[in-house]
């Protein structure tokens, strides 16, 4: 399996903040890996796919990078909405593999 | 627009089965290039992927419960289920039934269930 790990684990932030998330994928995957934005109570929602993509109907404060093993997730400017946990998935080999998250609270 | 639901019990007892279904409205599950799947999360934990069925029936499943899981589905209900054999306590979580398409990640997600193993 891939294992698929994510920093920091939680990050305190306040609002108009840059924030910056990684995950490192265990194998290379090129860039088949997403971004989820998690809220409590509610199941997940794709914020970025293949490594960079937008999904539509997401800000551009929110972008992601990499390739291979390494990605980035980066918040321009945080927004009372962006407080969740951010999940990254690798989707390049089954089993399909979450990291462990990363969670934005308020400073 | 499409959508999922999940339906089944919410409390199943040590040792027995879990069954869950999900029924998709607003697309077919015969789609072609559409996968169907499960994810669960534990109370206050992250995101595990179970498995998934393809559009032609073949099925994929995670290795750590390969052996207790079936998902199955049925074209004429326009769904797709679950079923997980032995549970114990740790098979507590929420339940999300999803759909992703070939060569991109989960853009649907069922509400989620609630699924509890207690006695």
């Known amino acids: 399996d891939i294992q698929m790990t994510q920093s920091p684990s939680t990050l305190s932030a306040s609002v108009g903040d840059r924030v910056t998330f990684t995950c490192r994928a265990s194998q290379n995957i090129a860039t088949w890996l997403a971004w989820y934005q998690q809220k409590p109570g509610k199941a997940p929602k794709v914020i970025i796919y293949?490594?960079?993509g937008l999904e539509s109907g997401v800000p551009a404060r929110f972008s992601g990078s990499g390739f291979g093993t390494e990605f980035t997730l980066t918040i321009s400017s945080l927004q009372p909405e962006d407080f969740a946990t951010y999940y990254c998935q690798q989707y390049s080999t089954f089993p399909l593999t979450f990291g462990g998250g990363s969670k934005v609270d308020i400073k | 627009q499409l959508q999922l639901q999940e339906s089944g019990p919410g409390l199943v007892k040590p040792s027995e089965t879990l069954s869950l279904t999900c029924t998709v409205s607003?697309?077919?599950?015969?789609?072609?290039?559409?996968?169907w799947g499960w994810i669960r999360q534990p109370p206050g934990k992250g995101l595990e992927w179970i498995g998934n069925?393809?559009?032609?029936?073949?099925?994929n499943y995670s290795p750590s419960l390969k052996s207790r899981v079936t998902i199955s589905a049925d074209t004429s209900k326009n769904q797709f289920s679950l079923k997980v054999n032995s549970v114990a306590a740790a098979d507590t979580a929420v339940y999300y039934c999803a759909r992703r398409r070939v060569n991109y990640p989960v853009d649907y997600w069922g509400q989620g269930t609630l699924v509890t193993v207690s006695s």
């Open positions: 607003g697309g077919s599950i015969s789609t072609t290039n559409n996968y």
């Open positions: 069925i393809y559009y032609n029936g073949s099925t």
């Open positions: 293949k490594a960079s």
